[in-house]
């Protein structure tokens, strides 16, 4: 059974630059939720998608979207990159919408914007 | 306003020695789990607490829910390097958003050989 991938590990960009950071789901699941987790706290929920569709999101602005892939892979797009975005950014696969399904966290993306 | 309050932030022992990390809330919990992140990974479930007054454990690690379901500790016996890591609790699904988890900023525990 493979765990929950990302990629890349590392990128580095300027402001107003767009990214795209990519999640692999662990077998079996359908869900993904992405996260953000800056420097000294603790993950900070963006959204989450499940079956193609986003189910739920955090306080983060639009410039930030996503997609789910029909074999759930996901990606997450952050346009016009400010400084603070500069953070692990971090995937988790679950099995559907059960309310406290264990969530597979990948190693994350770490994002540097400069 | 921080919904997981976490203490200590930081925490610095010398293997052997017994340690106490709390998670408090003003607010009252379904359920409530535990994290544990290494440097270059992702969060590890450790274990979820469902019942006021639960205690859980898993090895050298012990879990207790508060009774009024607001708060949470984790108490380390005998810390050994292997423990070293960033502890973080969590709730699922406040506010009824059934997907995202809420986590507090976590303990960063150092263990010394």
């Known amino acids: 059974e493979t765990g929950v991938t990302q990629s890349p590990t590392h990128l580095i960009k300027t402001r107003g630059q767009q990214v795209t950071l990519r999640c692999s789901s662990q077998s079996g699941h359908n869900t993904v939720s992405w996260y953000q987790q800056a420097l000294g706290q603790g993950p900070q929920f963006i959204f989450q998608?499940?079956?193609?569709?986003?189910?739920g999101r955090g306080n983060f602005p639009p410039r930030f979207s996503g997609l789910q892939f029909p074999n759930y892979s996901s990606e997450l797009n952050v346009n016009a990159l400010e400084l603070d975005d500069s953070a692990l950014y971090l995937c988790a696969s679950s099995w559907g919408l059960v309310l406290g399904n264990e969530q597979f966290f990948g190693p994350g993306t770490r994002l540097t914007v400069l | 306003t921080q919904l997981l309050e976490q203490s200590p932030q930081f925490l610095s022992i010398q293997e052997g020695e017994n340690l106490t990390v709390y998670c408090n809330s003003s607010s009252v919990f379904s359920s409530l789990q535990w994290y544990r992140q290494e440097p270059g990974e992702g969060p590890v479930l450790l274990v979820t607490?469902?019942?006021?007054?639960e205690v859980k454990k898993l090895k050298r690690l012990t879990f207790q829910f508060g009774d009024a379901r607001k708060d949470s500790s984790l108490h380390i016996t005998a810390a050994q390097p292997g423990d070293t890591g960033l502890y973080l609790c969590?709730?699922?699904?406040?506010?009824?958003?059934?997907?995202?988890?809420?986590f507090g900023k976590g303990t960063k525990l150092s263990v010394k050989p």
């Open positions: 607490v469902v019942t006021g007054g």
């Open positions: 998608y499940y079956r193609e569709e986003e189910n």
């Open positions: 969590a709730v699922a699904g406040y506010g009824g958003s059934q997907g995202n988890l809420i």
